[in-house]
């Protein structure tokens, strides 16, 4: 019951799937209908496992007063206070400049500032890690460097006036050797893909299953 | 008003995340902090509005529907993840979505990234009226695919002229693909900045278009 | 201070200098504004001609894939390819594969629809044109009409009426979105049976006329996200639906395959693609001017420049210095 069921539905499951791609007799179409409707509903309910980790860890956090504790509040209230105000407000959901709302607000005022300058402290990063790390030691890291200036001067204006040259060997460079390059990682992780694939589906790979419960 | 208000709040906090550029600080973790909050408590939000409730709830309340208590019980299983006594109840939604996931993916991604691939390879090396580069670029492109496959072979010692040299030649060709990457995550991250930028200057104080 | 010292000091600048360094480069271009000429290339013009090709019996898919994080890269996108459609009256069915990629969907409507936008379009929303769809007025020719005759105005600087069900429907987020673009090559409907705003999705013209995937005619998905994968797998290799993408520059080198192996029609890659389809919008006459990927590209230039030279620079304190024959540098700030 508590192993084996679920691996005989992995099996089953992906086994009907598989099968169901080959044969589209209209059965098979209305299991397929039937399944790409409901799954969907049944994972929405995966996020309930992910707000209840961070809510344990947090709460943990406070209960133990650990380092920086007080931070702990600035996930939890959040957490909950959207969800309240989308159902205060159930037409702030859709944002609009017509119904200005607080749920609307905290999205596009202070998550989407929030995370948009996260990423972009990158850009200072990369320029950093440039000037330190970004040496010609060896021939291949030279080929590498060379590769990645011309195609930089090729992919902006300024590369165009300083020689019509950095462009046009900057595309031949995105377009065979990148492209020979990123084919064949493409076909290992696709291969990897497969194989793990057909090892979850006949229960050969079982980490999934956790460890809740023997 | 509502957007004016919106600007400030969002040029503050853009402020308070560059100012860790210069030191980590308090206002930087709060926003660390917030952001996952928010972004968690959005997605419950979003998710029950748009999916659970118009998808579940609605068609079971109004009683003719009852076929989707299937799918709303075995949502529900995921929760007894934190009962430990029938934690492993949660195996059934998880098993469900795992093997029929894997099965539905394994037909289109053996087309997709594998025969697709294959026949994509396929190209004529040189056709009538084709220019010098496309010619070149054909032969890099076919001898790279399998001099990088051959790098990526360890079955074999990269040893002798098929595996030695292919290998080699696969190196310098994977070196200038990860260079190109390169230099498009530098303009990735530069573009990045140039929004936030934008952002300050152009929302916030008006001095750019 | 011997020379040797110079390369060391130089190599072990602290790193808010190179911070402050990168701050100027991409500031300080804003105000001079160069103006360089964006060159189109065949990735982005082939997305852009494929779209010019479509018309009002056509429908495509605009799919948001990105977070706030990569928004400058790919809302550009999104938004370009978005005026593209309205501009030839092409239905656009709006989808997010993530619910913060949903905020994003929202963001860019707001700022299509925005009246402060230099050529935004004037949205209708569902429930202000019940009468005329209850009448079964629903041909975009003659819905505008009608609209106008009820002594409805066209606001200054809009580039036309788009109506709510009819040129765009905003579907937003559903989970397991892989299943959900496979889901819609069976139905639309069943996967969205209501839209962000609460409407009946059953009930708009645009989705009575394309039932699913199979009666649609390209999909775009600006991502930051593996979901471009998606897009390819479970709709282009099941049913053959034309993809676009539109990429942030870290993944655009990844897909050439793709592209070459014709997957997928286009590729926009970077804030360079997006302000490649800009300039194409531009020219075309279809949106009055270039938006903020074009302005941005001085800025990269600037700063690409300052990042070679970054690289040159270290290089060369490195091999003057001598220390690529000895140990490791003492690590700066």
């Known amino acids: 019951m508590k192993r084996t069921v679920p691996l005989m539905i992995v099996m089953v499951g992906g086994i009907l799937m598989i099968l169901q791609y080959f044969i589209p007799h209209q059965i098979s179409q209305t299991i397929f209908a039937y399944y790409t409707d409901w799954t969907p509903i049944i994972l929405a309910f995966a996020l309930v496992l992910g707000v209840g980790s961070l809510t344990r860890i947090h709460s943990h956090k406070i209960r133990r007063k650990s380092k920086n504790w007080q931070y702990s509040w600035a996930v939890l209230i959040p957490l909950y206070l959207m969800p309240v105000l989308a159902h205060i407000w159930p037409g702030s959901l859709s944002g609009g400049m017509d119904s200005p709302s607080i749920f609307h607000f905290i999205f596009m005022h202070v998550q989407v500032p929030i995370q948009a300058t996260m990423f972009s402290l990158l850009a200072f990063y990369i320029a950093s890690a440039a000037f330190r790390a970004f040496r010609a030691k060896s021939a291949l890291a030279t080929v590498l460097l060379l590769s990645a200036i011309i195609v930089m001067l090729g992919q902006v204006p300024i590369g165009e006036l300083l020689g019509k040259w950095f462009p046009q060997t900057g595309l031949w460079i995105l377009r065979y050797p990148n492209l020979a390059a990123k084919r064949a990682i493409m076909l290992g992780v696709g291969f990897g893909m497969l194989a793990t694939n057909l090892k979850i589906i006949f229960g050969v790979e079982r980490n999934w299953l956790g460890g809740a419960g023997k | 008003m509502y957007e004016t208000i919106g600007i400030w709040v969002g040029a503050l906090f853009t402020l308070a995340i560059y100012s860790f550029l210069y030191k980590e600080n308090p206002i930087y973790r709060l926003a660390e902090h917030l952001v996952v909050g928010i972004s968690a408590g959005y997605g419950m939000a979003i998710t029950y509005q748009i999916t659970v409730k118009p998808r579940l709830i609605d068609p079971l309340l109004s009683g003719d529907h009852w076929i989707l208590l299937i799918p709303g019980i075995l949502g529900l299983l995921y929760i007894t993840r934190f009962i430990p006594r029938i934690s492993w109840l949660s195996r059934y939604p998880i098993g469900f979505y795992m093997g029929t996931a894997m099965g539905v993916g394994f037909p289109l991604t053996m087309k997709a990234n594998v025969l697709r691939q294959v026949e994509g390879a396929m190209v004529p090396l040189y056709q009538s009226g084709m220019p010098w580069y496309e010619v070149l670029g054909n032969s890099v492109m076919i001898l790279g695919t399998l001099a990088a496959l051959i790098y990526f072979f360890f079955s074999k010692p990269h040893k002798g002229l098929f595996f030695g040299t292919g290998s080699k030649i696969g190196i310098w060709v994977i070196m200038l693909g990860f260079g190109a990457t390169f230099g498009f995550t530098v303009m990735g991250r530069i573009s990045l900045l140039i929004g936030r930028i934008q952002y300050l200057l152009g929302d916030w104080l008006h001095v750019i278009d | ?333």
């Not at chain 3, 402050?20 to 480069?25: F, S």
């Not at chain 3, 103006?35 to 010019?52: A, H, N």
């Not at chain 3, 990569?70 to 978005?82: D, F, I």
């Open chain 3, 1 to 333: 201070m011997s020379a040797v010292n110079i390369w060391e000091k130089m190599l072990n600048i602290d790193r808010r200098w190179i911070f402050l360094g990168i701050a100027v480069v991409s500031i300080v271009p804003f105000f001079i504004n160069f103006g360089m000429p964006v060159v189109t290339t065949t990735e982005v013009e082939d997305i852009f001609y494929y779209m010019d090709d479509l018309g009002p019996d056509n429908a495509i898919f605009v799919s948001f894939d990105f977070a706030p994080g990569t928004q400058a890269e790919n809302m550009p996108m999104a938004v370009a390819v978005m005026r593209h459609a309205f501009h030839n009256n092409v239905p656009v069915f709006m989808t997010a594969n993530w619910p913060l990629h949903h905020g994003m969907m929202l963001a860019a409507m707001e700022y299509v629809f925005n009246p402060s936008t230099v050529g935004f379009y004037q949205e209708v929303p569902f429930d202000d044109w019940r009468e005329l769809r209850e009448a079964d007025v629903t041909a975009k020719g003659e819905l505008v009409e009608a609209w106008e005759n009820q002594g409805n105005q066209l606001s200054e600087g809009a580039l036309g009426w788009v109506f709510e069900g009819r040129d765009y429907a905003a579907m937003g987020y559903a989970p397991v979105f892989n299943l959900v673009i496979l889901g819609m090559t069976v139905s639309i409907e069943t996967q969205y049976p209501v839209d962000a705003h609460g409407n009946s999705t059953g009930e708009m013209p645009m989705l009575q006329e394309h039932k699913s995937l199979r009666e649609v005619d390209m999909a775009l998905t600006s991502s930051g996200s593996g979901a471009c994968v998606w897009w390819v797998t479970y709709a282009r290799e099941k049913i053959g639906l034309p993809i676009a993408f539109g990429l942030t520059a870290v993944m655009a080198t990844d897909y050439y395959p793709y592209l070459q192996a014709g997957q997928v029609i286009g590729q926009m890659g970077g804030l360079r693609g997006a302000a490649e389809y800009e300039v194409l919008l531009a020219e075309n006459g279809i949106t009055p001017s270039t938006d903020k990927a074009f302005t941005g590209m001085d800025v990269q230039s600037a700063a690409h420049i300052f990042i070679i030279l970054l690289i040159i620079m270290g290089n060369l304190a490195f091999f003057a210095g001598g220390f690529h024959k000895k140990t490791l540098l003492k690590g700066g700030r």
